[in-house]
């Protein structure tokens, strides 16, 4: 008999079979908090529009405070489950009902596995992402291991999305069994969790090993059903590889491998995504007539863009409005530089057609081009973000940035 036991009524940190010690009450009394403030706090940073640079502000906020308590919470629930791993737990008050001891404790380890799993997952999407609401600690925004891809993003949030409603029911079914407990049987089971030190029936009723051995294996199935649908839904595609892929095009120079990258500033940080679906028809000769090397015609599939966290955000009307431009198109003749080439193009980007200029580098050996280049555009030239008339939500700078190698078309 432990001093716990010996005095029953004496309040202590540490669990007895009758009771639960302050310990395991705060670590329970805090998940809870943190749970059921940050599962509103989605919602409500889900549902907030982004019209203008001050909605978009808050949203950001908003997720940013999602994301911060969602990861406290981990920590607590954490220390609260290896508490409780350590701690005897007080014995049952609904001994002899043993369709109601299954269900209770099956719940229990339903809900202890997704206090686990949804912020552990909602902290592996992050960060898979870029941009858009940083979790607020000093520890970075990046996990080891984690790459930064759409694809691994989009896996975890599918975990995520998944486990917050498994996570959802079992809080609903644990509220209600606590209530039950407390109004309609009138025994101590929630009493003996809050503050102070109920009144216990004496001697208390015994739980059998099979009992608990059943509600593993009943918790077990429910994670492994819940853990495969989150796998399928993560496998998914998304609705943009519906989207036909652009024709390929025949050209003097072939482009064998290259990037079609873009950077723009949110709310303060650099966001870089990358365009998967471009075609090049590029003409080129390096023995030039008035400095003409040539000409290019690039040709993007909008819809293909993922930029992190604000992908959706970026293919709305507001910015690229994929719906009604779903391509575009920069093409112009290749001249030589003072450093280099550049091309004299016209860039056609939702709905408008914008002089732009591209300088580049360019490097030829065995019949095989290894270009580079950058350029920074400005988003009001081409009409997007009329609702962010300022740089404090979204910059006006958006900085592009080409790297190709392409084999000339006669020598493959």
Do not use: C
């Not at 907030?48 to 405070?65: E, G, H, I, N, R």
């Not at 007080?90 to 269900?103: C, D, F």
């Not at 596995?113 to 999407?125: E, M, R």
């Amino acid at each position: 008999m432990t001093a716990t036991d010996a005095r029953p009524d004496h309040p202590g940190p540490r669990n007895s079979s009758r009771r639960y010690g302050s310990v395991a009450k705060t670590l329970h009394w805090l998940t809870a908090l943190l749970i059921l403030t940050a599962i509103p706090l989605g919602l409500v940073a889900n549902a907030w529009p982004y019209d203008t640079s001050a909605q978009l502000a808050v949203k950001a906020l908003l997720f940013s405070l999602h994301k911060t308590i969602g990861l406290l919470a981990f920590f607590v629930a954490l220390a609260r489950i290896l508490w409780a791993t350590i701690q005897p737990r007080p014995q049952t008050l609904i001994a002899g009902r043993p369709t109601q001891l299954l269900l209770a404790d099956a719940t229990h380890w339903v809900l202890y596995a997704s206090l686990v799993i949804v912020p552990l997952s909602g902290w592996l999407h992050h960060a898979a992402t870029t941009g858009f609401a940083p979790i607020w600690w000093p520890f970075g925004q990046t996990l080891p291991f984690v790459p930064r891809s759409e694809a691994v993003a989009g896996f975890f949030a599918a975990w995520h999305w998944l486990f917050t409603k498994l996570l959802a029911a079992a809080i609903l079914l644990h509220i209600a069994g606590a209530l039950k407990h407390h109004y309609i049987e009138r025994d101590a089971t929630l009493a003996r969790m809050l503050p102070g030190q109920p009144a216990l029936p004496d001697p208390m009723p015994q739980r059998t090993g099979g009992e608990g051995r059943r509600a593993r294996i009943l918790a077990l199935a429910i994670w492994a059903l819940a853990l495969a649908g989150g796998t399928l839904l993560g496998l998914q595609a998304d609705d943009r590889a519906a989207i036909p892929r652009l024709a390929e095009v025949q050209s003097e120079w072939a482009v064998q491998d290259g990037t079609l990258e873009i950077t723009v500033q949110q709310l303060g940080s650099a966001v870089t995504g990358s365009f998967a679906d471009w075609t090049a028809e590029i003409d080129f000769t390096e023995t030039p007539a008035d400095r003409l090397h040539g000409r290019v015609d690039v040709v993007i599939a909008i819809g293909s863009l993922s930029l992190g966290g604000v992908t959706t955000q970026a293919l709305d009307a507001e910015f690229f409005n994929a719906a009604a431009f779903p391509t575009a198109r920069f093409s112009g003749p290749i001249r030589a530089a003072d450093q280099g080439y550049v091309v004299d193009g016209i860039l056609s980007l939702a709905g408008r057609d914008v002089a732009a200029v591209l300088p580049f580098t360019l490097a030829i050996a065995d019949d095989t081009a290894t270009v580079s280049a950058q350029v920074t555009l400005d988003r009001r030239d081409f009409g997007m973000g009329p609702s962010y008339p300022d740089e404090s939500s979204v910059g006006f700078g958006v900085d592009v940035r080409v790297a190709l190698t392409a084999v000339r078309a006669d020598a493959e």
